[in-house]
């Protein structure tokens, strides 16, 4: 069946060091979101990538799409304390509408 | 309208209760979903609609659930006999979907179920 796994699973690291989270498809996808969730929130949105070898950036956040639209990764430069949470990709296949699998999920956890 | 609206917020029932969740996703977006999420999990699809059609339903989910989108505004999610099992994160995501291609999800606070 159609799954997205991410590693690590949960990462520590002290604030000012960078972050990356991989993402990786069993099969193409057609194109690729992630989304943020806080501690007892909900995910919001982060990006869509859709185009192969994309590469799109916001601000300290660095987010590729491979170049066989099986994987993708989340590169976070210079953490700060507020880029604690877990961090989802979730894929899009051919041929299901809008319906979204979610990855499995990388915890991030900063500290001073 | 500033968002995707869930209510309850949380609700616990016992074993058996039936349970029905609300919610009201953004006016302009004509997709609605709904998703499961357990602790340290990513969220699991469960159905969805466009407008009030139910497109895709989850092979996963027995016949205990159902969702309706009348009028394709709010949607409910209903859970007959309820189990342990059923105890999680109930997520409602809306979005919109045109030729050209899809969007981001705005998802809600969701309802965070517990089946004594």
């Known amino acids: 069946g159609q799954q997205v796994m991410q590693i690590p699973q949960y990462q520590h690291v002290q604030e000012g060091e960078d972050f990356t989270t991989y993402c990786n498809s069993s099969?193409?996808?057609?194109?690729i979101q992630w989304y943020k969730q806080r501690p007892g929130g909900h995910p919001v949105f982060l990006i869509q990538?859709?185009?192969?070898?994309e590469v799109k950036k916001q601000k300290r956040l660095t987010f590729q799409f491979g170049e066989a639209k099986k994987n993708s990764s989340l590169h976070i430069t210079a953490t700060q304390t507020t880029d604690v949470g877990t961090y989802f990709c979730?894929?899009?296949?051919?041929?299901?509408?809008?319906?979204?699998?979610f990855g499995t999920g990388t915890r991030l956890q900063v500290t001073l | 309208d500033t968002g995707v609206s869930q209510d309850p917020r949380h609700k616990i029932t016992k074993r058996g209760q039936n349970v029905t969740f609300r919610c009201d996703p953004i006016?302009?977006?004509?997709?609605l979903y709904w998703y499961r999420q357990t602790l340290g999990q990513g969220p699991e699809f469960l159905t969805y609609?466009?407008?009030?059609?139910?497109?895709?339903k989850s092979r996963l989910l027995s016949d205990r659930f159902s969702a309706e989108r009348p009028k394709g505004s709010f949607s409910t999610l209903e859970i007959q006999r309820t189990e342990q099992g059923d105890s999680a994160m109930y997520l409602c995501?809306?979005?919109?979907?045109?030729?050209?291609?899809?969007?981001?999800?705005?998802f809600g606070s969701g309802t965070r179920l517990t089946v004594v």
């Open positions: 609609f466009q407008n009030e059609a139910q497109l895709e």
């Open positions: 006016s302009e977006h004509n997709r």
């Open positions: 099969t193409t996808l057609s194109n």
């Open positions: 990538l859709v185009k192969s070898g």
């Open positions: 979730a894929g899009l296949y051919t041929g299901t509408a809008s319906k979204l699998t």
């Open positions: 995501a809306s979005s919109l979907a045109r030729a050209g291609g899809s969007y981001g999800y705005t």
